[in-house]
């Protein structure tokens, strides 16, 4: 399985690197280029125009690597990082209409809220249901670092796991403001996740795969997002990444770990909430310079340090990698003898 897991990450890297070479110059071609928001930080205007759509380039990576060296466990009857890839993908096909209105439109605005939110939550509610179908999820909550499971009623779990999911997928997406930030964090959380799946066995061979090769294609991805950025990933690749990280939870049968393993997503999440509540309450004064954090730490909030974007890439980067260690320690002794 260690020769898989090798194989995945690496056919996924070189396939977003080849995919990267063509497809960057043919965004530029056709002119999609990012609208950049008026109310963000002063410097980010000088990225207006640079193409979006980019998460393109690490799909593309995954799904060549779960139809090649996932296709053996595929031969064994283990589905689950299929499942997982085509709600992903299907996340990534509702923030693609996303990019797709902004180009349309030239501006920074895609979809309503309420449009994206009621296609999220549909498609949340029915991959749930799927999953419990086929027996990858059952009613009830594993809890990391105590090793117990908690059984809880059926309709409240699949209440908070639809919570969860559409959280986590705009969690992932919030994180998306700077160059290469989305995808630095992501590679500790995929690597996390196929060290996981190889430490529990055979029967998460699939899942691990799928994890290698998501974390070979972002890597990949880095290439052409890396600051200063040839290509953004646009919703199309944050969704399909939010999709990712809360899918491989689920059938994996342990949400609760995206508490740890997704800390910077939680972080950046509550750092927007907490801007919006507080502006209303207060009638306009902020507890952020601006939200999400990163945006806050870039413009010098606080300690007055203005954090450059690679600053913020390494930053995001290494707590990511220690979430990633602490959450690895806090499952590893699951189905341990």
């Not at 595929?74 to 589905?79: A, F, H």
């Not at 449009?115 to 939550?121: C, D, G, R």
């Amino acid at each position: 399985m260690t020769m898989q897991l090798m194989t995945a990450f690496l056919l996924a890297f070189l396939t977003a690197v080849l995919v990267g070479r063509f497809y960057v110059p043919w965004l530029r071609k056709i002119k999609a280029g990012q609208a950049i928001r008026e109310e963000g930080p002063k410097w980010h205007m000088s990225k207006s125009g640079t193409p979006t759509m980019g998460g393109i380039i690490f799909i593309a990576g995954v799904t060549v690597t779960c139809l090649t060296v996932g296709f053996q466990p595929m031969l064994e009857g283990d589905y689950g990082h299929i499942l997982v890839l085509l709600f992903a993908a299907i996340y990534g096909v509702i923030g693609f209409l996303d990019d797709y209105e902004k180009l349309k439109k030239k501006q920074n605005l895609g979809l309503t809220a309420k449009q994206k939110f009621l296609l999220q939550l549909a498609v949340a509610i029915a991959f749930i249901f799927l999953l419990r179908r086929l027996g990858y999820l059952k009613p009830e909550l594993y809890i990391p670092f105590w090793n117990i499971t908690v059984q809880i009623p059926a309709p409240l779990y699949f209440v908070f796991a639809a919570f969860v999911i559409v959280g986590c997928v705009n969690a992932v997406n919030l994180t998306d403001g700077v160059d290469g930030l989305c995808t630095g964090t992501s590679i500790p959380v995929f690597l996390c996740y196929s060290a996981i799946g190889f430490l529990w066995g055979t029967e998460y061979a699939g899942l691990s795969i799928f994890a290698a090769g998501l974390a070979g294609g972002l890597l990949g991805f880095l290439v052409y997002n890396f600051n200063p950025a040839q290509c953004f990933m646009g919703d199309t690749g944050s969704l399909f990444l939010g999709g990712a990280v809360c899918a491989m939870a689920f059938a994996m049968d342990m949400p609760l770990i995206l508490i740890p393993l997704g800390f910077l997503y939680i972080i950046e999440t509550l750092s927007d909430i907490i801007q919006v509540t507080y502006f209303k309450l207060s009638h306009g004064k902020r507890v952020f310079k601006m939200a999400p954090f990163h945006h806050h730490l870039e413009m010098g909030g606080w300690s007055g340090k203005k954090w450059s974007e690679r600053e913020l890439f390494v930053l995001f980067t290494g707590i990511s990698a220690l979430c990633a260690v602490i959450s690895f320690v806090g499952v590893m002794d699951r189905f341990a003898a």
